[in-house]
């Protein structure tokens, strides 16, 4: 019997967003703080022990969810991949997968996808297990790209494709289901971005694949989804929300 528990990322800056006393996760989308829409799906799933990796402005954050999840400081914010590696210290011993969301732009996920991740990463007894989405506007995030027969042969991020590559609509939103022993054998194995310092979680599927370890992808077509990092984003998240929820 698998045992999940969930790891959300809510430590950055978000410089874009201008803010200098709260984090961008706890910004209002609707009627509630962007955050709260993940730890509320986590509540529907079951899913009982969730993380939640703070930093910058972190009480902010934890003005917001109290004690509905336990917190893992990174001190450091040196990257997504650095970030689970902080929290993967602190999950209970008996814990074999791990669902990661990002705190700012997971408040559209539905539940029945998020169903079908975990359904089938069980089932297929994948090491890794993604969500990808079709989007109208891909710039600037990672494409999915596959071979002839549909499978995943490497993410590659905006700056690294090729012009044809750009073409791609398939991309990846970060939101990954993880088995511990995959994570504890690999994390490690992420190298340094030499343009930013950092550590990327995304490193880990092209690690997957390129070690032959099972990796599974949900295809959520046209979900509607908006990455939230400058105040425009957000009031595009906002409209987005509003027609789905309505």
């Known amino acids: 019997m698998k045992k999940i528990a969930a790891i959300i990322l809510a ?5 874009r967003m201008n803010s200098k006393n709260y984090n961008k996760v706890v910004l209002k989308l609707a009627d509630k703080h962007i955050i709260t829409y993940a730890i509320d799906l986590l509540d529907k799933l079951k899913i009982k022990e969730k993380f939640v ?3 910058f402005a972190k ?3 934890v003005n917001v969810l109290g004690d509905r999840v336990k917190y893992v400081v990174q ?3 040196l990257g997504t991949a650095h970030a689970v590696m902080c ?14 969301f990002q705190g700012d732009d997971s408040a559209l996920w539905e539940e029945k996808t998020i169903k079908e991740i975990i359904n089938l990463h069980a089932s297929s007894g994948a090491d890794f297990t993604l969500l990808t989405i079709d989007v109208d506007d891909p710039f600037g995030l990672g494409r999915v790209v596959r071979d002839r027969y549909g499978k995943i042969t490497r993410i590659i991020e905006e700056k690294d494709a090729t012009t044809k590559e750009k073409e791609i609509k398939e991309i990846n939103p970060a939101c990954y289901l993880i ?3 995959f994570l504890r054998k690999y994390l490690k194995k ?4 030499k343009e930013t310092g950092e550590y990327y979680l995304t490193s880990l599927v092209n690690i997957a694949i390129k070690n032959n370890e099972k990796i599974k992808s949900v295809k959520g077509d046209r979900i509607q989804w908006r990455g939230i990092n400058t105040p425009q984003e957000l009031k595009e998240a906002e409209e987005i929300f509003k027609k789905t929820r309505n």
């Open 59 to 61: 009480e902010s954050v």
């Open 190 to 193: 992420i190298k340094k971005s």
């Open 75 to 77: 001190r450091k914010r």
């Open 179 to 181: 088995s511990v022993k």
């Open 53 to 55: 990796v703070v930093g």
């Open 11 to 15: 430590a950055g800056q978000g410089k």
């Open 87 to 100: 929290a993967l210290k602190e999950i209970d011993k008996n814990t074999t997968d791990i669902l990661v």
